[in-house]
């Protein structure tokens, strides 16, 4: 009789990703993945290959559902000006809400292991791109509805835009305070003036 998965594997991806995401790549062990993924560790090799292997489909699942849905939801949601400040809002609203100091999966792996594997280094890359051209994006689109000054650059402003989420996604793990967080909003939304 053949081998049937006694799984399903979007949610046993779902849970490596979330086992990633808390601990980091190099923190989370073999082991750390099968107690969540709730399979064995034979079942994990077969069905996603080695432990790098599982990380890069959980690296690009979480870039899938959480950065581009959230930038995605937040684009249909609010126009222009609205969207950015609101991206800034809603990372600090959770932060401070949950407590949690998981960050962004994709700011973390740009910490831990960018600088040493160029193929999720381009992985992240593309990701953080994505974030800055919904910035140049929506700046542009406030401009159009008048209200962002025609004379902030675009892709200046985006890419500074970008260096602020991504400082606020890092302190959201290492200084979790209201008003440092607050700051960083009230910087980004000065910019858009």
């Keep these: 009789m053949p081998w049937e998965k006694q799984f399903r594997t979007d949610e046993a991806l779902s849970k490596a990703m979330h086992a990633f995401w808390a601990r980091g790549y190099d923190a989370t062990s073999m082991q750390d993945l099968v107690a969540s993924m709730g399979i064995n560790r034979a079942s994990i090799y077969a069905t996603f290959g080695d432990k790098r292997s599982l990380f890069i489909k959980a690296l690009r ?22 969207a950015i ?11 401070l809400k949950t407590g949690s100091r998981d960050g962004c999966l994709l700011v973390n792996t740009a910490l ?12 992240v890359s593309a990701g953080l791109h994505q974030v800055e051209t919904f910035f140049r994006d929506m700046i542009k689109a406030g401009q159009a509805l ?12 985006a890419q500074a835009l970008l260096s602020l989420f991504i400082g606020l996604r890092v302190l959201t793990r290492s200084r979790p305070e209201k008003t440092l967080f607050k700051s960083i909003a009230r910087q980004a939304e000065a910019m858009l003036a």
Excluded: C, M, N, W
């Design 112 to 123: 831990e292991l960018s600088p040493h594997d160029d193929a999720i280094a381009d992985i």
């Design 146 to 157: 008048g209200e962002i000054r025609v004379s902030v650059d675009a892709e200046q402003t």
């Design 85 to 95: 400040v609101k991206a800034f809002d809603e990372v600090i609203a959770s932060a």
């Design 61 to 82: 699942s979480y870039d899938e559902h959480h950065r581009a849905a959230f930038l995605e939801r937040l684009r249909q949601q609010h126009p222009g000006k609205a």
